[in-house]
């Protein structure tokens, strides 16, 4: 139920990806700002990180993940009816704050409910659900904005929030983990932030979400439509292309994560991932792109299960919450920045050199990886009950 729920998360999410800058440009906004609505959604995601870390650590993940699921079926219909630019950056914030309350409350259920040494597999089976949700939203999402027009994905988004708050309501249950005071939660998240593997950790979370957030989600959809031609379908089909690679790999991926390490494959992911980002810019033609979308997906699998679960192998006992909290504030950080670095270079017409700069990010973030430590794969779980 857990997967069904991350499922709908990156389902609604993922409808609006195909059109979202070309929503915008409706306004008469500039290309900078079209990539601000992506920024508007990790600022406000950003922002609400480490407090729904501390959140899940204190009252649980349950509460916290239907609080989310409401606030994106709200923030859906706000987006749908704007009027302009500003109500719809608005409703990108309102649907950053659900986003990162039901992320960061499904995340730590996998961190507390897992031994270390299935961790890598328990993560891969979790990102299953997300993939799956990745996979078909885009193809929903750019289909019902040519059937219908640009609002039509964020109705079916809003129903899809309502759907998750089902699901989680009646499907999941918390961790029997007790509440831990919040001073120990903040005492525990200043060691992490002094913990030379942690703080690696963060740079290459930052890294891969420039990357993410400037790179695919940005540069593609705007070099597809605007300089290529490309209508919404066709974008939406590139993007899924990609998820749905990522989704026959995830769990191989992640067996091999148990298996040899957590940064060896993490280190082969990042170069082989920065490879293929790079390669979008010289390209024209759908097929190529399509190609280039497949290799983009095997590599991103690869270099996408070790970052999380390393976040949850660095973390104090009682205190997972906050570290996946602070995991994914970096990473959150660099959905702000990638869309505003990127688009800001496209701004100019150069979508190669916004591409190159994008695997640019990821050789470095290879480099930082050396320094992160591997943890005690036999380590148990911190729950009281069994383990999943």
């Not at 209508?231 to 991926?253: K, R, T």
């Not at 190529?288 to 270099?303: D, E, Q, T």
């Not at 920045?337 to 017409?349: D, F, K, N, Q, S």
């Not at 190159?356 to 009281?384: K, Q, Y």
């Amino acid at each position: 139920m857990l997967s069904a729920g991350v499922f709908l998360a990156l389902l609604g999410i993922t409808l609006v990806a195909p059109i979202l800058p070309l929503y915008a440009r409706e306004f008469g906004v500039s290309r900078t700002a079209a990539g601000g609505l992506i920024s508007a959604f990790a600022i406000a995601r950003f922002v609400f990180d480490p407090a729904g870390g501390v959140l899940s650590d204190r009252w649980g993940a349950r509460r916290i993940m239907l609080a989310g699921s409401l606030v994106l079926a709200a923030s859906s219909v706000s987006a749908a009816l704007a009027p302009n630019y500003e109500v719809l950056f608005a409703s990108r914030v309102l649907e950053g704050f659900g986003s990162a309350a039901f992320a960061n409350a499904a995340m730590h259920l996998i961190v507390v409910t897992t031994p270390v040494h299935r961790r890598g597999r328990a993560m891969a089976m979790y990102q299953t659900g997300l993939l799956g949700g990745i996979s078909i939203g885009p193809i929903i999402g750019g289909y019902a904005a040519g059937v219908g027009d640009f609002t039509t994905p964020f109705w079916i988004y809003a129903g899809v929030g309502i759907v998750m708050a089902v699901v989680v309501w009646f499907g999941i249950e918390d961790a029997a983990t007790e509440p831990v005071p919040l001073r120990s939660i903040y005492r525990a998240s200043g060691r992490l932030l002094r913990t030379p593997s942690y703080v690696a950790l963060l740079a290459v979370a930052f890294a891969i979400f420039v990357m993410r957030s400037g790179g695919q989600i940005t540069l593609l959809p705007l070099y597809g439509g605007e300089e290529l031609g490309l209508d919404e379908p066709q974008i939406g089909l590139l993007i899924a292309a990609s998820a749905v690679m990522m989704l026959l790999v995830v769990n191989p991926g992640g067996w091999l994560v148990d298996r040899i390490g957590r940064r060896p494959v993490l280190i082969g992911g990042l170069l082989a991932t920065a490879f293929a980002v790079a390669s979008y810019g010289f390209f024209r033609s759908f097929g190529a792109l399509l190609i280039v979308s497949i290799g983009f997906g095997i590599a991103a699998a690869f270099m996408g299960i070790p970052p999380p679960t390393l976040a949850g192998d660095l973390a104090p006992p009682g205190a997972e919450g906050a570290s996946v909290g602070l995991y994914r504030m970096a990473a959150d950080l660099g959905l702000v920045i990638g869309p505003l670095w990127l688009g800001a270079v496209a701004e100019g017409g150069d979508f190669r050199l916004g591409f190159l700069i994008a695997g640019g990010i990821l050789v470095v973030a290879a480099a930082v990886s050396f320094t992160i430590r591997e943890p005690d794969r036999t380590a148990p779980s911190r729950r009281i009950e069994e383990p999943l």
